[in-house]
């Protein structure tokens, strides 16, 4: 699925509108980032929406992210007095936890609910979060349904459904969806590495160049270990140019081919086949 939208201001107005729209007739929110760019993948905008609304953070993804992150990323949640989990919306690790949160944070709305008398009344949640990030299939993980497929074009009206979970949650099915933000490089970069925008700011080439740097950096010995070549020494095209003989991309006169090891590494890096790797820490926040 690519990101075929430009966040024109107009669309990101509408956007907000409609999410403001969906948000008040919820008690609370999911708002849905990825593991291993929490920061990157989170847009700020969100405050400014949610403002007091019980709201739980979910580190989608965090069966591709490194486990230590994930904690670590945890614990900074934890410090900052936000409600946070772990989540695997693929496989739906992490439901029972996701579920007992949400009654955890809505424990004083339903409470005023008992006091006045209204029985029964379900606990709707919504899920809000940037393009690709996991929304539809969080929904379908919820639901135990296949198929609801929102598209990541703005301002879609449609009508809302309210989709019962277990207990007595309510989940609304058309998700909110949050443009990401583009101001710094590197999150653009980020986003483009996790396949949030497929490829749209840089070419694959310097994209997977990029990606190359970054691993040298942050976890050579994965990368090492998974193209079985050396690195010592060598530049960030020389290493792509390793990985690229290693994997039989070569074309005529012994060339490497540049294109097939950029989607090799790019490919890879985003199934998580070249391990479990989180690009940003908390302690850099
Ligand atoms: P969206 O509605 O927020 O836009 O995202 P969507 O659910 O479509 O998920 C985007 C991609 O991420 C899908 O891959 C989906 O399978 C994958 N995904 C979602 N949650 C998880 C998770 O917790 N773990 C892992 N490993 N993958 C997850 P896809 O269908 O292959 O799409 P694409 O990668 O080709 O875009």
């Given at each position: 699925m690519s990101m075929n939208i430009n966040w024109y201001p107009g669309h990101m107005k509408k956007t907000r509108e409609s999410i403001e729209k969906n948000l008040s007739?919820?008690?609370v929110v999911f708002e849905l980032i990825d593991a291993r760019i929490p920061y990157s993948s989170q847009n700020p905008i969100i405050d400014g929406i949610v403002g007091n609304k019980p709201r739980i953070i979910i580190l989608n993804k965090a069966d591709l992210a490194d486990s230590n992150s994930n904690k670590m990323w945890q614990e900074y949640y934890i410090k900052k007095g936000v409600s946070s989990i772990l989540f695997d919306a693929l496989s739906g690790k992490g439901v029972d936890k996701l579920l007992s949160l949400a009654n955890e944070v809505t424990l004083e709305k339903r409470q005023s609910y008992e006091k006045r008398?209204?029985?029964?009344r379900p606990i709707r949640a919504m899920i809000i979060g940037i393009p690709n990030v996991g929304k539809s299939t969080l929904i379908n993980t919820l639901s135990g349904k296949k198929g609801t497929k929102t598209g990541n074009r703005p301002g879609i009206t449609r009508t809302n459904q309210w989709i019962k979970i277990r207990g007595s949650l309510e989940l609304l099915d058309t998700p909110g969806i949050l443009w990401p933000k583009f101001e710094e490089e590197i999150v653009g970069l980020n986003l483009a590495f996790t396949g949030?925008?497929?490829?749209?700011?840089?070419d694959r080439e310097t994209l997977a160049l990029k990606l190359i740097e970054v691993l040298i950096r942050t976890s050579s010995d994965l990368m090492v270990k998974r193209y079985d070549i050396d690195i010592k020494g060598k530049s960030t095209i020389q290493v792509m140019e390793s990985i690229g003989e290693r994997r039989g991309c070569i074309i005529r006169?012994?060339?490497?081919?540049y294109t097939k090891v950029s989607n090799i590494i790019l490919d890879e890096f985003r199934k998580g086949i070249i391990g479990k790797i989180t690009l940003e820490q908390p302690e850099n926040r």
């Open positions: 007739l919820v008690d008398g209204v029985i029964n949030a925008i497929k490829d749209e700011i840089l006169g012994g060339e490497i081919d």
